[in-house]
């Protein structure tokens, strides 16, 4: 507990004297706020497909090879609506605005969940990596463009019966006529549309306005199921700018490479927790 209390004192030190920090959000802080993929939030949602397909959690339930449209539909739009357009904010998101609202900042995300935007975070400052459980796309794809899903999304939630939608509101993209499906990086498919690669130059200029700097890596509940995105850059950035600092913040998952040792500090604990503290 002294060492738990010194490094997020050493961290706090570290958000005060950064010209920049650059966030990067995993699985870890949706977890951290309730948003869990198992136990009673997904019985409360999900009780029927377990009961009649064997599904045990969101994750898992999301690579089920249902036999219909219909069915993968019904499944998808409760996925959706729970994780997208129900109303509830995490406090550890509301809490690191209230850390970095004032400061030079940016987020990469591997999240889908749109918390990040609903807690407040400036969308300019925001790099969606994975998707968005917001957008539909071509199930081909056949045109690098996403549409909008909340209005098709609440029809479903309304008139699905067994387990099932109707026909008619299977998602269609406008162009070839084909169905559409989640914009979610499971494949080579996904599509990465103008708004994504306007994010990804934002994010690279930033990286580059500050890359002398003394920037402060920040990471957040990430784990190693996609590390080369957030983890392994942020490493190496730190590794190349000797003014960089690197804090992990993760449940059983914080560590950093000895060769940046003396410039890392790596918090084993709760992320709402130690956001609540700082």
């Known amino acids: 507990m002294k060492d738990f209390s010194a490094n997020i004192g050493k961290l706090e030190k570290e958000l005060e004297k950064a010209d920049a920090i650059v966030i990067g959000i995993g699985a870890g802080m949706s977890a951290a706020s309730g948003f869990d ?10 009780r029927d497909f377990h009961a009649r397909y064997g599904i045990t959690d969101m994750y898992s339930g999301g690579f089920y090879p249902f036999q219909t449209l219909e069915e993968f539909w019904a499944w998808w739009s409760r996925m959706i609506w729970i994780n997208r357009y129900t109303e509830e904010i995490g406090k550890p998101y509301s809490d690191l605005l209230a850390i970095v609202r004032d400061k030079e900042y940016f987020i990469i995300t591997t999240n889908v969940d749109h918390q990040i935007q609903k807690a407040g975070f400036d969308k300019k400052r925001l790099f969606y990596t994975q998707g968005d459980y917001g957008l539909f796309q071509c199930s081909e794809p056949c045109h690098q463009k996403t549409y909008d899903n909340k209005s098709i999304i609440m029809r479903m939630l309304d008139e699905q019966k067994d387990m099932r939608i109707p026909s008619s509101l299977i998602p269609r993209y406008p162009v070839c006529g084909k169905p559409m499906t989640t914009n979610l990086r499971i494949d080579d498919s996904f599509v990465q ?18 890359k002398n700097s003394h920037v402060l890596f920040l990471e957040l509940g990430v784990g190693m199921n ?10 190496q950035m730190t590794y190349q700018n000797p003014e960089a600092f690197y804090a992990c913040v993760n449940m059983g998952e914080a560590w950093a490479p000895r060769e940046i040792g003396e410039r890392s500090v790596c918090i084993d604990g709760d992320i709402g927790t130690v956001l609540r503290q700082l």
């Open 193 to 210: 549309d103008e708004g994504w690669y306007d994010a990804a130059s934002e994010y690279e200029s930033f990286l580059n306005r500050h």
């Open 37 to 46: 993929y198992s136990g009673e939030r997904f019985e409360n949602v999900f």
């Open 226 to 235: 996609t590390p080369g995105i957030i983890k392994y850059p942020f490493w």
